[in-house]
């Protein structure tokens, strides 16, 4: 999986590059970059992606791996409830937002 996600990086990277963007432009604009959250199943999904690191120190802390399983399971379910819930290619400036919240990487 973590060859997977590389290859994700190294793609958005050679998207930057081609279009002259800069890592720095784009930290500044992410930070810039307000996100509305519109759907209750949005609100959902982006307070279930935040626990990731909760979730994380658990699992170290009390040496239960299990709720690592039980946390991605909520999290595929939730994602599920979003996907059906919101339209994520659409056109309109909802799109870019959406988009993001289904490539959004741990």
Known sequence: MRLQTNVHVA???SIARTANVSA????SEAIC?????D????????????RFP??????????TPHTLC????ELATTFTEFYDACYVIEKDRQTGKRLLMTRSQF
């Open 39 to 50: 759907n209750p199943k949005e609100w959902k999904l982006a307070k279930l992606v935040l």
């Open 54 to 63: 909760e979730i994380i120190d658990r699992c170290v802390a009390d040496l």
């Open 33 to 37: 970059t307000t996100i509305e959250l």
């Open 11 to 13: 793609r958005f990277r």
């Open 70 to 73: 039980d946390y991605l399971y």
């Open 24 to 27: 720095v432009q784009i930290q």
